[in-house]
């Protein structure tokens, strides 16, 4: 099978040892869930319980205020016990705490809701909006609304992402050996939301075992193509993924819809297919837990709510002093200030690295080498964005395409100079649009 | 346990890189020709050679040290410098004079202009051209390999006519350097070999030497009658191999864009063949790389690549 790509990229350590064969077991059940009003950008959910509420598994908790929101859902049967603001993964949120009653009693509206052979598109679409079902990737975006295009587009193709390009994370991996009946079941609910006829699931190449069972599991169904993808940092990013599937380039400030193209992770889709076949709402996902921070690194399918500490705790615990706690992988992730906060729909993986691995490297001087435009996904050039931004030019930044960075981060990890590239960047890309803003 | 973690921007994981580790690399592609230099040109060489890189390494440590900023010798970097200019001197050479030429490169063309990184021509060339315009006699006094130090032409001039009544080295003595010329410059094939290196260990790609060196090729066998073996002495004789591999691609004063390396590659070679066949000099890579650093801001102006998705 010929190796599909793109242009650019790094190849970083894949560190992917420590988990890779391991199965993904159930963890433990957690005593108190905190569930984050808002896990995503978008508008925060509103509270439909008050404290003192009894809640059930799956029972809707938060309804969307917007369009671009997912509601979200009660992951434990219980108590409700508080409603306040709590820190979260990504910033501060109002959080429903919710005590569990240990019973797992599972909410009247989760049902069945038949196959997929016997649902319109429009009433998929409504079960995956109901769900709450949102990108499992890292963004967690409202997946809905990737399946509303406007009308005058015309959508032909699915991408599923099993890339899972980060280092460290193999929640997709596993995914794709232990049920890659979902993921497909899911991939088809998904091709007949927007009615098309073809459908890619890109899956690296150092992952030879998943690729084959998915192939296994897809070679009675028509229309759909395992692809083999070169295992190249950031093989996942979207634009990337379509561009390797299908040589299409997303034009530059569009949407992959512009190009026909809609793309889900791989676990997006066996979400799909767990609250189609169960009706059970996205309340769990799986992640992996792991790092040398971590003295049993694991696979869990965690509860949303459940604190990564005690997440962390059934992995072992800490493997020393812990040096950074990181939601994600370790190119994209987010660090995080504590460890009291909880996992969300998004949360991949949590990634816990030494003190010394930790250590902030000192930026020397830039040499100019162009290692940073050599393999730069969008085709930029890190260098001079970065230089700009950091002399407060941001027009200039701007004419050197600062928003069409992805913020990958293969151009900090390859400088020689460890100079902070795309931190720079970001902070050019936030000024730039700023100054859009307040000019309209 | 809080205020202990570390929290930064994304990405958390660095590429196992340095400045140091790419200037080593340099100095290690470097050391087969600097052991044929040697072994040609005997202690006049290593004489030379001990001088630019002494001169450079302390240049460097003074003006750091004066200016009160981090000293970065550990970073190879002025090594690499000193390196590359006692390669573009002849061994016959006082002590002196290299060591001049490494203060001047360092002090003048790379730490006045902001240090690493920030020079705009390669410092070790523009010294050669400095000393080259200040001690003519010295700087072309060639001599043959060996321990006698006879004086001699170089091959290029031999084939350019400039130094009549010399009989052209054998094809086997110009590509293993057994001729006369700069200490580091006269050994292709050991220059090439570190090339390789340079591009295996990612230091370099061969994008400016292959086509600064094919520019070099097609130019001079047009413009020198068709003639073969006329082409094969401008590509291996002299300054060429040197230049394309270790000085062209200078980081700081060549462009990052695969198109911008394109048109100075392909400049360098223009200027180096018209240098050589129309110029009254017999060499001509230093002069067209030094342009050519110089046009190089103009080149990254005009060759802004296109991002991806971008629509034509």
């Known amino acids: 099978?010929?190796?599909?790509?793109?242009?650019?990229?790094?190849?970083?350590?894949?560190?992917?040892?420590?988990?890779?064969?391991?199965?993904?077991?159930?963890?433990?059940?957690?005593?108190?869930?905190?569930?984050?009003?808002?896990?995503?950008?978008?508008?925060?959910?509103?509270?439909?319980?008050?404290?003192?509420?009894?809640?059930?598994?799956?029972?809707?908790?938060?309804?969307?205020?917007?369009?671009?929101?997912?509601?979200?859902?009660?992951?434990?049967?219980?108590?409700?016990?508080?409603?306040?603001?709590?820190?979260?993964?990504?910033?501060?949120?109002?959080?429903?705490?919710?005590?569990?009653?240990?019973?797992?009693?599972?909410?009247?509206?989760?049902?069945?809701?038949?196959?997929?052979?016997?649902?319109?598109?429009?009433?998929?679409?409504?079960?995956?909006?109901?769900?709450?079902?949102?990108?499992?990737?890292?963004?967690?975006?409202?997946?809905?609304?990737?399946?509303?295009?406007?009308?005058?587009?015309?959508?032909?193709?699915?991408?599923?992402?099993g890339a899972e390009c980060e280092p460290y994370l193999t929640a997709d991996h596993r995914l794709m050996l232990e049920d890659p009946e979902s993921i497909v079941y899911g991939l088809k609910a998904m091709m007949k939301i927007v009615n098309v006829k073809k459908a890619y699931i890109g899956i690296e190449d150092n992952k030879k075992d998943a690729i084959e069972k998915m192939l296994e599991c897809v070679k009675n169904e028509e229309g759909i193509s395992i692809v083999a993808l070169k295992t190249k940092y950031p093989q996942g990013a979207e634009k990337q993924l379509i561009y390797a599937c299908t040589q299409r380039e997303v034009p530059s400030g569009g949407l992959p819809m512009a190009v026909g193209v809609i793309v889900n992770n791989v676990g997006t889709a066996a979400a799909i297919a767990t609250a189609i076949k169960t009706g059970m709402p996205l309340v769990e996902r799986i992640a992996t837990i792991t790092g040398s921070g971590i003295k049993e690194p694991k696979n869990l399918l965690i509860k949303v709510g459940t604190l990564f500490n005690e997440i962390i705790e059934q992995c072992g615990?800490?493997?020393?002093?812990?040096?950074?706690?990181?939601?994600?992988?370790?190119?994209?992730?987010?660090?995080?200030?504590?460890?009291?906060?909880?996992?969300?729909?998004?949360?991949?993986?949590?990634?816990?690295?030494?003190?010394?691995?930790?250590?902030?490297?000192?930026?020397?001087?830039?040499?100019?080498?162009?290692?940073?435009?050599?393999?730069?996904?969008?085709?930029?050039?890190?260098?001079?964005?970065?230089?700009?931004?950091?002399?407060?030019?941001?027009d200039k930044a701007e004419e050197y395409r600062a928003l069409d960075c992805i913020e990958c981060g293969s151009c900090s990890f390859i400088c020689p100079s460890k100079r902070p590239l795309l931190h720079s960047i970001r902070v050019a890309k936030r000024e730039i649009i700023a100054k859009k803003k307040k000019s309209k | 346990m809080e205020n202990k973690l570390i929290v930064s921007s994304s990405p958390h994981l660095r590429a196992n890189e340095s400045i140091s580790k790419i200037m080593r690399d340099v100095v290690i592609a470097l050391l087969p020709a600097t052991l044929a230099g040697v072994y040609y040109f005997?202690?006049?060489?290593?004489?030379?050679?001990?001088?630019?890189?002494?001169?450079?390494?302390?240049?460097?440590?003074?003006?750091?040290?004066?200016?009160?900023?981090?000293?970065?010798?550990?970073?190879?970097?002025?090594?690499?410098?000193?390196?590359?200019?006692?390669?573009?001197?002849p061994a016959s050479a006082p002590w002196w004079l290299p060591a001049i030429g490494s203060i001047f490169a360092i002090f003048i063309v790379k730490q006045v202009f902001g240090g690493i990184g920030h020079n705009f021509m390669n410092p070790a060339l523009a010294a050669r051209a400095m000393l080259l315009a200040s001690w003519p006699v010295q700087m072309t006094a060639w001599v043959k390999p060996g321990t006698d130090a006879v004086s001699t032409a170089t091959p290029l001039a031999i084939v350019g006519g400039e130094a009549s009544g010399q009989a052209l080295p054998s094809f086997m003595d110009l590509i293993v350097g057994n001729v006369g010329g700069c200490i580091g410059e006269t050994s292709a094939i050991l220059l090439i070999i570190g090339g390789i290196y340079l591009v295996y260990r990612g230091v370099i790609t061969?994008?400016?030497?292959?086509?600064?060196?094919?520019?070099?090729?097609?130019?001079?066998?047009?413009?020198?009658?068709?003639?073969?073996?006329?082409?094969?002495?401008?590509?291996?004789?002299?300054?060429?191999?040197?230049?394309?591999?270790?000085?062209?691609?200078?980081?700081?004063?060549?462009?990052?864009?695969?198109?911008?390396?394109?048109?100075?590659?392909?400049?360098?070679?223009?200027?180096?063949?018209?240098?050589?066949?129309?110029?009254?000099y017999p060499e001509g890579v230093s002069y067209s790389i030094l342009l050519m650093n110089v046009a190089t801001p103009l080149i990254e102006k005009y060759t802004r690549p296109r991002v991806f998705g971008e629509v034509k």
């Open chain 2, 206 to 280: 061969p994008r400016i030497p292959v086509i600064y060196i094919a520019t070099v090729a097609v130019m001079s066998f047009l413009l020198g009658g068709f003639d073969i073996s006329y082409m094969v002495y401008q590509v291996f004789a002299g300054g060429l191999m040197l230049g394309a591999i270790y000085m062209a691609t200078d980081y700081a004063s060549s462009p990052v864009t695969e198109k911008g390396q394109i048109i100075f590659a392909v400049g360098c070679g223009f200027l180096t063949a018209i240098i050589r066949i129309y110029g009254g």
């Open chain 1, 1 to 161: 099978m010929k190796l599909l790509s793109f242009r650019g990229g790094v190849h970083p350590p894949h560190r992917k040892k420590a988990t890779e064969k391991l199965a993904v077991i159930k963890a433990n059940e957690p005593k108190v869930v905190y569930i984050p009003l808002q896990q995503h950008i978008g508008a925060p959910c509103e509270a439909l319980v008050k404290v003192g509420d009894e809640v059930k598994v799956g029972q809707k908790i938060g309804e969307a205020s917007a369009f671009v929101s997912a509601p979200i859902h009660s992951s434990v049967s219980g108590k409700v016990k508080k409603i306040a603001k709590m820190k979260t993964p990504t910033g501060e949120a109002t959080c429903i705490v919710i005590e569990s009653d240990g019973l797992n009693t599972v909410h009247e509206s989760v049902l069945p809701k038949g196959d997929i052979s016997e649902l319109s598109g429009k009433e998929i679409l409504e079960i995956v909006k109901e769900a709450g079902i949102v990108g499992l990737g890292g963004a967690a975006f409202p997946t809905h609304v990737k399946f509303s295009p406007p009308p005058d587009t015309n959508i032909d193709t699915i991408i599923l992402n």
């Open chain 1, 317 to 394: 615990g800490y493997n020393g002093t812990p040096g950074k706690v990181i939601m994600g992988g370790p190119m994209m992730g987010l660090a995080q200030h504590t460890d009291d906060v909880p996992a969300i729909k998004g949360t991949s993986g949590i990634l816990v690295l030494s003190p010394e691995e930790a250590r902030l490297p000192e930026p020397e001087q830039c040499i100019k080498c162009g290692k940073c435009v050599e393999i730069c996904p969008a085709f930029l050039q890190p260098v001079y964005i970065s230089a700009y931004g950091l002399k407060d030019m941001y």
């Open chain 2, 42 to 89: 005997r202690m006049g060489a290593v004489k030379v050679i001990l001088s630019a890189v002494i001169a450079a390494v302390l240049t460097e440590a003074a003006i750091q040290k004066i200016s009160k900023k981090r000293v970065t010798i550990n970073d190879w970097s002025a090594v690499v410098t000193g390196l590359l200019l006692a390669f573009n001197i």
